[in-house]
């Protein structure tokens, strides 16, 4: 898997599917993660089995260059065909964040594709994060700089500790979805430690995207706590970008009146 996996950009058998994320104060698409999946002869091949291959073998390096300079010109082909612009997240592994001229690769690929720096969402691992706290923080100060957006995924399941959130000049912090998933009551281990981000995130002024949203009732109770956006298979799958610029166009085709009762996104696709 590892030497097929060496060739597999050459041979253009890496592409990105896009997952959107829902604003829950309109029901509508405000964004996208690109994420990553290789199409090894005909059949598509699971992340959780070529990642981390990719990241033991530091081909993760290299694959990671390839997903940012994909998403940023897949965001510029879909301006060009008069699609409204949404910012898209791409994902930044630990040995890719750490390599000393990333900020250098980030301003190069930006510069080269045509994508606004607002429009790009860099996510970074609570674990990449607190790897080298000094370093990291630089890091960041750098991205920022650039103009892109810092987001921190997965956070709950690291290690991280208040004194280095407060210090790392991000916008998003992503709540992991073993807490979403448990969402059962509002008195349950997993709704406090939600409630608990929510009211975190506020007082250092930073959004909030739920991950693994599946069941309306999920939906209900974070759209209830003010949870920013929300992201899951509820309102979609990955999809490639050709389905998800269909998705896009026939979304803006449409007037949402914004209903709290509501899951307004599904009325929106029900017929797409």
Same mark, same amino acid.
């Given at each position: 898997?590892?030497?097929?996996?060496?060739?597999?950009?050459?041979?253009?058998?890496?592409?990105?599917?896009?997952?959107?994320? %829902? $604003?829950?104060?309109?029901?509508?698409?405000? =964004?996208?993660?690109? *994420?990553? @999946?290789?199409?090894? #002869?005909?059949?598509? +091949?699971?992340?959780?089995?070529?990642?981390?291959?990719?990241?033991?073998?530091?081909?993760?390096?290299?694959?990671?260059?390839?997903?940012?300079?994909?998403?940023?010109?897949?965001?510029?082909?879909?301006?060009?065909?008069?699609?409204?612009?949404?910012?898209?997240?791409?994902?930044?592994?630990?040995?890719?964040?750490?390599?000393?001229?990333?900020?250098?690769?980030?301003?190069?690929?930006?510069?080269?594709?045509?994508?606004?720096?607002?429009?790009?969402?860099?996510?970074?691992?609570?674990?990449?994060?607190?790897?080298?706290?000094?370093?990291?923080?630089?890091?960041?100060?750098?991205?920022?700089?650039?103009?892109?957006?810092?987001? %921190? $995924?997965?956070?709950?399941?690291?290690?991280? =500790?208040?004194?280095? *959130?407060? @210090?790392?000049?991000? #916008?998003?912090?992503? +709540?992991?979805?073993?807490?979403?998933?448990?969402?059962?009551?509002?008195?349950?281990?997993?709704?406090?430690?939600?409630?608990?981000?929510?009211?975190?995130?506020?007082?250092?002024?930073?959004?909030?995207?739920?991950?693994?949203?599946?069941?309306?009732?999920?939906?209900?109770?974070?759209?209830?706590?003010?949870?920013?956006?929300?992201?899951?298979?509820?309102?979609?799958?990955?999809?490639?970008?050709?389905?998800?610029?269909?998705?896009?166009?026939?979304?803006?085709?449409?007037?949402?009146?914004?209903?709290?009762?509501?899951?307004?996104?599904?009325?929106?696709?029900?017929?797409?």
């Amino acid at each position: 898997t590892e030497n097929s996996l060496r060739y597999a950009i050459d041979k253009h058998e890496l592409e990105l599917f896009y997952q959107p994320k %829902i $604003d829950t104060k309109t029901g509508k698409i405000c =964004s996208s993660e690109a *994420l990553i @999946r290789w199409r090894r #002869d005909g059949e598509l +091949i699971s992340p959780s089995t070529f990642i981390p291959i990719a990241e033991n073998s530091r081909l993760i390096i290299k694959i990671g260059q390839w997903v940012l300079n994909e998403a940023c010109e897949q965001w510029s082909r879909w301006k060009a065909q008069g699609l409204p612009a949404l910012p898209v997240a791409v994902n930044v592994s630990p040995l890719q964040f750490q390599e000393p001229d990333f900020p250098a690769q980030v301003r190069e690929t930006i510069k080269k594709t045509g994508i606004p720096p607002a429009m790009l969402e860099l996510e970074i691992t609570e674990e990449a994060a607190t790897f080298d706290a000094e370093r990291v923080v630089d890091i960041m100060h750098e991205l920022k700089v650039i103009g892109v957006s810092l987001a %921190i $995924d997965d956070f709950g399941t690291g290690y991280s =500790s208040l004194s280095h *959130l407060k @210090r790392f000049p991000v #916008d998003i912090l992503k +709540i992991d979805r073993s807490f979403v998933r448990d969402l059962s009551t509002e008195t349950s281990a997993e709704a406090s430690i939600v409630q608990l981000i929510l009211k975190l995130a506020q007082q250092l002024d930073v959004k909030v995207v739920a991950e693994g949203i599946e069941t309306v009732a999920q939906q209900h109770q974070l759209t209830l706590w003010q949870c920013d956006y929300l992201q899951g298979y509820l309102f979609s799958k990955p999809i490639p970008a050709d389905e998800f610029a269909g998705m896009i166009n026939h979304q803006f085709s449409h007037e949402v009146v914004p209903n709290p009762n509501k899951n307004y996104f599904r009325a929106l696709t029900s017929t797409f």
